[in-house]
């Protein structure tokens, strides 16, 4: 077990006991949560330096706030079953995870569940080999000539940060990008810029002054192997490793409201599997966003009218007419549009559900535009299937797709005579 480098392992040391359980902090209500001596007084250290008004501080509650979280009669929302065990669970959060059980006991007077904490583990050691979601800050380094590369920090980020030209209000958000598929790190890093500045290269000339910060979520080995998954996965449930990594940005979401930061958060391909099932995560939380928060799907890989109804119930700001971007791939068609018929379904939706009186009539000629434009988005003729084709292809569809040309533009460049 590892402390985070932010939470000072001394003061936690100071505050650590050596024998026996007990209870944490005697409640007035709900279930009485019990941990080894050593766990106890780590939480009492973790209280007391969530009381400091800092990064650290905000840490520390997260964990804290996250065991009290134990003591309701339901599981929390958050929380999952460990494999092979109905009364083991745990918590995972930024940074740390929060292994316990359920024990049923009587007292004498009435049958009541108490939590046992088994372990808290600090999960930076695994974030630090990019082998856990987590946030990374990348910024541009330039080399040669006009030659360049992203690159990210020497170690993740347990917070969301703001300073310089960030500063994190309505006319400077954080833009946080989130990776699908990618053979590693460095290789994510470099292919979010281009969907972050919609392949405006103004935009992206700015953002390579002020960098970014990236989401990463782990892939499967080998950038053509987690690119095809995309393709192999489509219409399955979420996988662990997803729905871990929902529950780590989602964290980092209700960070960001807790904080009242603006945010942009942008994923591609299937990092808007991890993004919706985070949305959803905040509004079993009941959480509002209150217009402080949105989002950008490019490429995406699932359902777009499902992160649509999302983002409009828990709050996010939905006044960009175009909050999505994709290439005529199999994944894109299927997964994300769902062969247009998405575009017709959000179009109605609004329409029915969220149009005011004046702008009713705008609407309207929404639903009847992406109607017609179903038929279109149908590949029929050698044409348009060789264009789905090349945009089905991982390596070519990494950059934003400013027009359908552009995966045939980037399978001449890896030709041997455009060298």
Known sequence: MRIPPTIRSDILEHFECNIGAKLFAQPECGRRIFASNKLAGMLEGLQKISRIPSNEGYHALTVISAVNSLRGSAAPLHSFLKNGSATRRCIAGAGFEIEYELHRVYDGRAPQTDVGIVDIRFTQDEADEADRAALWDIEWVSLEGDRGEWKPNDEPSLFLKTGGEVRGDEGSPLKIGINGYSARLEHAASILPSHIARGDQVALKKLKSRGYTLFYVPQGKGAVKAGWRCTKNLGRAATEEDILA???????????????????????????????????????????????????????????????????RIGMNTSDTKWFNSTPGVAQLIGG????????????????????????????????????????????GSSALLTMLFASIPSLTETYNTDNSVPFKQLLKKLPFSR
């Open 337 to 380: 549009s769902n062969l247009g018929l998405t575009d017709v379904a959000i179009s109605l939706n609004v329409l029915v559900n969220h149009a005011e009186q004046e702008g009713r009539n705008d609407a309207v000629v929404d639903v009847v535009r992406h109607a017609a434009g179903v038929v279109k988005k149908i590949p029929s």
């Open 246 to 312: 929902a529950r780590i940005l989602a964290g980092h979401m209700k960070e960001a409201h807790d904080k009242g930061l603006y945010v942009e958060w942008i994923s591609h391909r299937g990092g808007s599997k991890v993004l919706t099932k985070a949305m959803e995560q905040l509004e079993l939380w009941h959480i509002n966003l209150q217009g402080k928060q949105k989002i950008f799907l490019s490429d995406a890989t699932s359902s777009q009218y499902l992160a649509d109804e999302i983002r409009r």
